[in-house]
């Protein structure tokens, strides 16, 4: 997986409506996301990481953008939609800022042939505008690290928060879920950076020469 981190700018969304997902055909307009800015870590752990793929529920893996409208009410635009699946880059954020940490011995995707001591694991539950006066970017992102070796969970954290979305366009609402997602991972790899700081373990995969 592979793609670009850069916001696009609406060109042809503007003047369309925020709310409205419905009327004459237009152009389909495609966004991205930016993953944070990480400091480097000053001190270097011994260890391998694995990211695995992140999951969702079914509607937040296609590419339209998703509006909530009530409790149990989503809706989609049709000619706004993300370059991937909002839980693929998703994955591709967690797996920038964990390297960008430079804490580990090694970062990797689970899906690549190498060896890892620990899988960060990931839950994308939430990733919409929630309408209302003002607008709201939602982000609920899990995550959770499985130590290999024993075969069990040892950490896992959650991250849910309504970013409030500065204009009326489409473009603020997914600058708004772009900085709500990159305080997420912010947050959760903060979490697994303080237990794997807490809890040393003797690394299992085979170290790099």
């Keep these: ?29 495609y966004y991205t996301l930016d993953p944070p800015t990480v400091t480097a870590a000053p001190q270097r752990l011994d260890i391998a990481l694995l990211v695995g793929r992140v999951g969702a529920p079914l509607a937040y893996r296609e590419t339209r953008i998703l509006y909530r409208t009530g409790p149990n009410s989503l809706g989609s635009y049709d000619q ?8 693929s880059m998703c994955e591709e954020m967690l797996l920038v800022a964990l390297r ?27 990733f919409e505008q929630v309408e209302g006066n003002p607008l709201q970017a939602r982000v609920w992102l899990r995550a959770s690290l499985y130590e290999i070796k024993a075969g069990r969970t040892v950490w896992s954290g959650s ?6 979305v500065a204009a009326k366009d489409l473009a ?3 600058a708004a879920l772009n900085q709500n997602l990159q305080h997420g991972i912010l947050e959760l790899t903060s979490g697994i950076d303080q237990y794997l700081a807490e809890h040393p373990a003797p690394p299992t995969a085979a170290a790099s020469k």
């Design 80 to 87: 706004s939609r993300w370059v991937e699946p909002p839980p």
């Design 159 to 164: 991250y849910e928060h309504d970013e409030p």
């Design 100 to 126: 960008q940490g430079r804490r580990y011995r090694s970062v990797q995707q689970l899906s690549s042939n190498a060896q890892g001591d620990y899988i960060v694991r990931g839950r994308l539950e939430r």
């Design 1 to 29: 997986m592979s793609f670009g981190f850069r916001l696009f700018s609406p060109l042809v969304v503007a003047g369309a409506g925020l709310l409205s997902a419905c009327g004459s055909a237009r152009p389909i307009t």
């Design 172 to 174: 603020a609402v997914v």
